[in-house]
């Protein structure tokens, strides 16, 4: 049982947009600790989508936005393509556990 | 470019002990630090600790107190991940992940990876 909870799936034809939840509490993302998003590539490392809530780093198409709101995350994705489809996850810091939790991961499928 | 290059994969019995390496190249070791996360086969990312490039000083997450231990080697800019008393439900892809502080711990991101290495625990 993952600390954060996100969907385990969504999905969504090319060209729509989707969103991806991460549900937190009030000693992680309610506590206002930075959320971060990873996109996973089937058989490959993770790599940084989103950073500090709504930073994208050099190179991640402005299609991908972050967002935050109380004790929850969202990841945006408009204009759906094909390469999109992998699986993405959040992360924060939660102060009970002293150190970095992440979501159990939502599997996006591009249909 | 910035890159971290892991060690191969390892197959270890259950009570062993196993040390990843993770080398760093393209940026200044000593002002970052280093996470360790793995991943078991068709799971989901965990968070196991982190250390200073900088003086070594380290966090680890509570569920691997006592059975981890990383360290560096800012001679060769190579951080050292330690997981002993291995059981198979340890067998997982192991990633280290560079940290943009090498002050303290603080719950940033991870950018970028090393490409993983299989750990097997099997008798």
């Known amino acids: 049982q993952s600390v954060l909870t996100q969907p385990p799936s969504v999905s969504g034809a090319p060209g729509q947009r989707v969103t991806i939840s991460c549900s937190g509490s009030s000693s992680n993302i309610g506590a206002g600790y930075d959320v971060h998003w990873y996109q996973q590539l089937p058989g490959t490392a993770p790599k940084l989508l989103i950073f500090g809530n709504s930073n994208r780093p050099s190179g991640v198409p402005d299609r991908f936005s972050g967002s935050n709101s109380g004790t929850s995350a969202s990841l945006a994705i408009t204009g759906l393509q094909a390469e999109d489809e992998a699986d993405y996850y959040c992360?924060?810091?939660?102060?009970?556990?002293?150190?970095?939790?992440f979501g159990g991961g939502t599997k996006l499928t591009v249909l | 470019q910035v890159q971290l290059v892991q060690s191969g994969a390892e197959v270890k019995k259950p009570g062993a002990s196993v040390k990843v390496s993770c080398k760093a190249s393209g940026y200044t070791f000593t002002s970052y630090g280093i996470s360790w996360v793995r991943q078991a086969p068709g799971q989901g990312l965990e968070w196991m600790g982190w250390?200073?490039?900088?003086?070594?000083?380290?966090n680890y997450a509570q569920k691997f107190q006592g059975r981890v231990t990383m360290t560096t080697d800012t001679s060769t800019n190579t951080a050292y991940m330690e997981l002993r008393r291995l059981r198979s439900d340890d067998t997982a892809v192991f990633y280290c992940?560079?940290?943009?502080?090498?002050?303290?711990?603080?719950?940033?991101?991870?950018?970028?990876w090393g490409q993983g290495t299989l750990v097997s625990v099997s008798s």
């Open positions: 250390i200073s490039g900088y003086n070594g000083n380290t």
């Open positions: 992940a560079r940290d943009p502080n090498s002050s303290g711990y603080y719950g940033d991101w991870f950018d970028p």
């Open positions: 992360q924060s810091y939660d102060s009970s556990l002293s150190g970095s939790v």
